[in-house]
């Protein structure tokens, strides 16, 4: 699919929960469906304008949602200092209450999606905040941290990988879903860590991950 900025996208700023200034791209939709988007790491370029998460923000944003990508901690017009994905969690909250003032009210859905350093981070905040009822991992870098937490999780879990992440092996893959007490939804691509050549099936596989996290709700 074609990746494209929505005309109704406002630059934004919120309070980090550690009284950081973060800078976020907004796009409102529904008020009762929201989601704050998570990029990958910042020491290797990652940013929210990595193709990647604007491939899946343009996904939640067809099924209505109103969208908030921001960038983490010390990039682009973030203040701060990388947090080694620890510090990061205060930025996703920060997010999640911004989202909560600017809807009027916690949304009836609230979605944290993550892409690799980011579905570490986001992670950790669906399972800290219970504001949280839908949590979409994107290529989860299992062979660099730990996602063990995801078992304390609450909230509706998705996870979405590729057979050829050199960052997550499929056997790392499945033996963290299959670790999980309720079962996530999952789907794995032909994919590498970049999701190249791939983005149309990463759509695919975030529309459909969208829909069943909507049909558990009904």
């Not at 704050?36 to 949602?65: D, K, N, R």
């Not at 901690?73 to 990388?82: A, D, I, K, L």
């Not at 209450?97 to 950790?124: D, N």
Request: contains cysteine; charged residues 20%; hydrophobic residues 45%.
């Amino acid at each position: 699919m074609a990746i494209r900025l929505s005309h109704n996208a406002s630059l934004v700023h919120f309070r980090s929960l550690d009284a950081l200034r973060m800078e976020g791209r907004l796009v409102k939709g529904a008020p009762d469906r929201a989601v704050v988007l998570c990029h990958p790491h910042p020491l290797y370029g990652g940013s929210m304008l990595t193709p990647v998460i604007m491939t899946v923000e343009q996904v939640f944003q067809e099924a209505g949602y109103t969208t908030l990508a921001f960038n983490f901690r010390g990039v682009g017009g973030s203040e701060g200092t990388h947090g080694e994905g620890r510090a990061e969690v205060a930025d996703v909250m920060g997010a999640l209450t911004y989202l909560e003032h600017t809807l009027g009210g916690r949304p009836k859905c609230v979605a944290v999606a993550g892409y690799s350093f980011g579905s570490f981070v986001g992670g950790q905040a669906a399972v800290a905040d219970d504001r949280v009822t839908f949590y979409l991992g994107i290529a989860p870098p299992l062979n660099r941290y730990d996602f063990s937490f995801l078992r304390q999780a609450i909230c509706r879990m998705a996870l979405v990988g590729g057979r050829r992440d050199e960052l997550c092996e499929s056997a790392r893959f499945a033996a963290l879903y299959l670790s999980l007490p309720a079962t996530p939804w999952t789907r794995l691509l032909d994919a590498d860590h970049l999701f190249t050549d791939a983005l149309d099936d990463l759509a695919q596989a975030c529309r459909d991950a969208i829909a069943w996290a909507e049909e558990q709700t009904r």
